[in-house]
């Protein structure tokens, strides 16, 4: 049986284009763009931003989907808990989809990034865990944060109600990481390091480069949006509050902040 499955083999429409992410890092720099991700004071970020986040509930729905079927002698308990997340995500989707529709854009008007795939690319369950519900999903925390409070700002209540519905999800996704991971490697102290060194990478590849800031350290940037003058963020910030109710422990979002640093699971 394949575990694994590369990234061409998810199902998608065939005018859908699916890039690795240092294509898709090139082609953003030679618009004159920000390499990593758009920024919320570029033309179209919320278009763009809201695209990338409803690809990534894609291909979370599919990852929790592949983790349930590669791995039929996890715990059962394992199993629907995995099972539980596709139904989430699948959701989460629908809603994504449903917000592209409200500001005028679709799925598939952008490429959508592979690099979210080659972070389900681990053997062990307990890996896949820790790198996509706690690496990933918290990566998800901290997106979904910034999102409702640019829509605070922007007093779109439609946006913030929808992807604050979404992130009350994506904490028990993280809490559900944690437990799987500390569980399934219960005994077995390198299993449990080479999980979590499996998720320090994922934490590495999303660090934009020690980038990332905290809510009170960013920039404030007023921008134009529409008709009105609203404060945006100036680089991406880590949710502290949604990442203690999803379990991180202080120390760790420290880390995330401080740049990156080994972190253990609690
Ligand atoms: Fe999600
Ligand atoms: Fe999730």
Not at 147 to 176: C, F, K, S, W
Not at 234 to 259: K, Q
Request: charged share 30%.
């Amino acid at each position: 049986m394949q575990r694994m499955i590369p990234v061409d083999k998810l199902a998608r429409p065939v005018d859908h284009i699916l890039l690795p992410a240092e294509r898709l890092r090139n082609a953003r720099v030679e618009q004159g763009l920000s390499a990593n991700s758009p920024m919320p004071y570029e033309e179209d970020f919320l278009k763009s931003r809201l695209h990338g986040i409803c690809a990534g509930e894609f291909q979370a729905m599919e990852a929790a989907g592949r983790t349930l079927y590669d791995f039929p002698d996890a715990p059962w308990e394992f199993q629907l808990d995995m099972a539980r997340q596709v139904w989430d995500e699948s959701r989460h989707a629908d809603i994504y989809l449903k917000l592209l529709e409200y500001v005028g854009s679709y799925y598939g008007e952008f490429p959508e990034g592979e690099v979210l795939w080659s972070c389900t690319q681990a053997e062990d369950p307990a890996a896949r865990v820790a790198g996509i519900n706690r690496g990933l999903e918290g990566l998800a925390c901290d997106v979904f944060e910034q999102l409702i409070r640019l829509a605070q700002n922007m007093g779109d209540e439609v946006i913030e109600r929808a992807v604050d519905y979404v992130l009350a999800d994506e904490i028990t996704h993280v809490r559900m990481g944690s437990k799987w991971m500390r569980k399934l490697t219960e005994g077995d102290p390198e299993r449990f390091a080479r999980a979590q060194a499996f998720q320090d990478n994922i934490d590495a590849l999303f660090n934009f480069g020690g980038g990332r800031t905290t809510i009170e350290q960013a920039a404030h940037i007023k921008q134009r949006v529409g008709d009105k003058e609203i404060e945006i963020d100036g680089g991406i910030t880590i949710a502290r509050e949604a990442r203690l109710l999803a379990g991180f422990t202080e120390e760790e979002i420290d880390r995330l902040v401080h740049g990156f640093g080994k972190s253990t699971a609690y």
